[in-house]
């Protein structure tokens, strides 16, 4: 299941093909793509060689697994470009090591690691020109497996593609680096212990969407999820994980299957020890977060994820309570941990960690 090739075939695009570089000021998230992916086709029990060509829409058969059943599967990462003009990754490996996960999950056809390695890296290195540079800007890698045999049986396919594409991006929220507002889900639930949480599949999010969209209704921007069993422990956004400060610890919940083991998350634990801060992985009960609230013990809240990088959050809503965090204003911590974490991701600070992947250019 897992012999693939190494060789990668490039084809470049035609010079008239070629599109013109966004401005670093003028970046959204995720709505532009570079001129090259990778494609790499699993059919007959194995990988086929990879292939980087011009960005292109799929031909796909209408009966094609994923269109019926979601087996889907995608990761996201980042390529920076250093104040040396080097372009490094951050922490790459968490990534293969969660898409090889998700896959085995989601019974699809794992990629060894060291391919997914290889595949994100040589197409970096070819549209490293697309990498910008302003602070808060990146190159955002969407890696992905799509099932795409054509039959209507609910079975795993037999092929997949694998592919992976790039887009110069600016912050994951509108709001930028500035506190966003977030409503508890007291009804819909992202995810049970025993389902597909902790693996990155696509239905996890179509299934946000509904709670999603009422608390966009109600101006929040993201949904805080509580466990599926007992309706009372905080467990993530969706597109982060989530910490709160409370009596000067770091709280986050603990990976108990229903979580998405996020890298920004894992990086926390690791970095906020170092700078002084307590950590605890702990189950948090909602009605425990609205108390520390009430007494002004929860003094911080924040988002951690590769996208939305780290997220202070200033407004929480559990049914009719609204809590409003350090006035709606970026915390200490919150502030400290983005500057370090950023700093180590764009090279403008040291790397105690090995964290950052310099790729060949
Ligand atoms: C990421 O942080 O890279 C993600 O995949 C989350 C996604 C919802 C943007």
């Known amino acids: 299941m897992e012999s693939i090739s190494s060789d990668i075939i490039v084809e470049n695009p035609p010079q008239e093909m070629m ?8 970046l959204g998230f995720g709505t532009e793509f570079t001129d090259r992916m990778f494609l790499q086709e699993f059919k007959g029990g194995q990988w ?45 490996e968490k990534n293969a090591q969660r898409f090889h996960r998700s896959a085995k999950r989601m019974m699809m056809a794992p990629v060894p690691e ?49 592919f992976i594409i790039l887009s110069p991006s600016s912050a994951y929220f509108k709001e930028g680096f500035s506190p966003v507002k977030i409503m508890v889900s007291d009804k819909y639930v992202r995810a049970a212990v025993g389902g597909v949480g902790d693996a990155k599949t696509a239905g996890n999010y179509a299934a946000s969407l509904y709670a999603g969209y009422l608390a966009k209704k109600e101006g929040y921007s993201q949904v805080l999820w509580l466990d599926a069993k007992e309706n009372r422990y905080v467990e993530e956004v969706g597109a982060m994980n989530i910490a709160f400060v409370m009596d000067d610890i770091i709280y986050t919940p603990p990976l108990r299957g ?30 425990v977060i609205e108390e520390a609230a009430k007494s002004g013990n929860l003094t911080e809240v924040f988002g951690m994820g590769t996208a939305a990088v780290i997220a202070p959050v200033g407004e929480l809503k559990y049914k009719d309570d609204v809590m409003v965090i350090n006035n709606g204003e970026i915390g200490k911590i919150t502030k400290d941990l983005y ?16 964290w950052v992947k310099k790729i060949q250019i």
Not at 62 to 83: R, T
Request: glycine residues 8%.
């Open 19 to 26: 599109k013109t570089k966004p401005n670093d000021d003028e």
């Open 48 to 92: 086929q060689t990879g292939r980087i060509m011009p960005f292109q829409n799929f031909s796909l058969s209408p009966a094609a697994l994923v269109f019926h059943y979601g087996q889907a599967i995608f990761e996201g990462l980042k390529a920076y470009k250093h104040p040396d003009g080097s372009v490094a990754l951050f922490r790459p």
């Open 114 to 162: 060291e391919f997914f390695l290889e595949s994100v890296e040589k197409l970096v290195a070819l549209e490293h020109e697309w990498i910008p540079r302003k602070l808060g800007t990146s190159l955002y890698i969407r890696p992905t497996m799509i099932a795409t045999q054509a039959v209507l049986g609910v079975k795993p396919s037999e092929e997949y593609y694998y």
């Open 258 to 287: 229903s979580i998405l083991p996020g890298v920004t998350r894992d990086s926390i634990l690791k970095l906020a020890p170092d700078l002084g801060y307590k950590v605890k992985e702990e189950a948090l009960a909602i009605d």
């Open 339 to 354: 500057d370090n974490l950023t700093g180590i991701q764009y090279g403008t600070r040291d790397d105690p960690y090995g």
